[in-house]
């Protein structure tokens, strides 16, 4: 018997595939927090290089398009350039030296903050949800299957606006490297085809403003290029 349902079902997020007509179905996104050492000590914060720091958006926040839509409720919204992960497969206490079997490719993406937000948060012990998890708070460019890019290890992941650079450090940097990000992920959550994982952002975070245009790049990937509006 087919079930019916009491209001139209909302369509499944997607993000495109690179040099394809075909579309990544989002399941999840979860974000690592403090990445970079650099980027914890600007934002005041420890470097943990013990474990992990997650916290997640809504699927639908991916934002796969030219434009993105400046939010409402801040005057300090902020860019973070990512490596993101596109997972094929999943499962829970995945083995970090299996972790790569499981990603379909790779992407660049921004993870927006509305840092006014997130500041007052933080002051009252109180969760991020609001400064991360907003609707379009992922832009994200074409996927790259790794198939045809292989799974990098390093290279220059880089951020302009208005032509002027912001961010710019090798992934090489990192302190969680991919399988162990994965790893992680899948000791907390049953990780499962269609999530993707923005793997945390460098040193240079800063303001966007209405009329912003950006560049997000790293080697071998589609670039990520829009105007805030």
């Known amino acids: 018997m087919t079930a019916e349902f009491v ?3 909302p369509g499944v997020p997607s993000v495109p595939v690179a ?7 989002v399941h999840r996104i979860y974000c690592v927090g403090r990445n970079y050492a650099e980027h914890a000590k600007e934002m005041g914060s420890v470097v943990d290089r013990e474990v992990p720091t997650f916290f997640m958006k809504p699927a639908d926040a991916a934002w796969p398009h030219a434009d993105a839509p400046y939010p409402p ?13 596109a997972l094929a497969s999943g499962g829970t206490d995945i083995d970090p030296a299996r972790a790569l079997d499981h990603v379909f490719g790779y992407a660049v993406g921004l993870d927006l903050t509305r840092r006014d937000l997130q500041a007052a948060a933080k002051a009252k012990g109180n969760p ?5 998890g907003f609707d379009a708070s992922a832009p994200i460019a074409p996927i790259a299957p790794a198939a045809a890019i292989g799974h990098p290890a390093a290279g220059e992941l880089a951020l302009s606006i208005n032509g002027v650079e912001r961010q710019r450090a090798d992934i090489a940097t990192m302190i969680f490297k991919v399988p162990e990000i994965l790893a992680a992920l899948s000791r907390l959550y049953t990780l499962a085809p269609g999530d993707l994982v923005f793997t945390g952002t460098p040193a240079g975070v800063g303001p966007l403003r209405p009329g912003d245009a950006f560049e997000a790049t790293f080697p071998g990937l589609p670039a990520l290029r829009g105007t805030m509006r």
Do not use: M
């Open 73 to 85: 409720a801040t005057t300090n919204l902020h860019h973070e350039v990512e490596l993101v992960i």
């Open 7 to 9: 209001i139209p079902v």
């Open 19 to 25: 040099g394809t007509d075909a579309r990544f179905p």
């Open 128 to 132: 991020w949800d609001t400064a991360k």
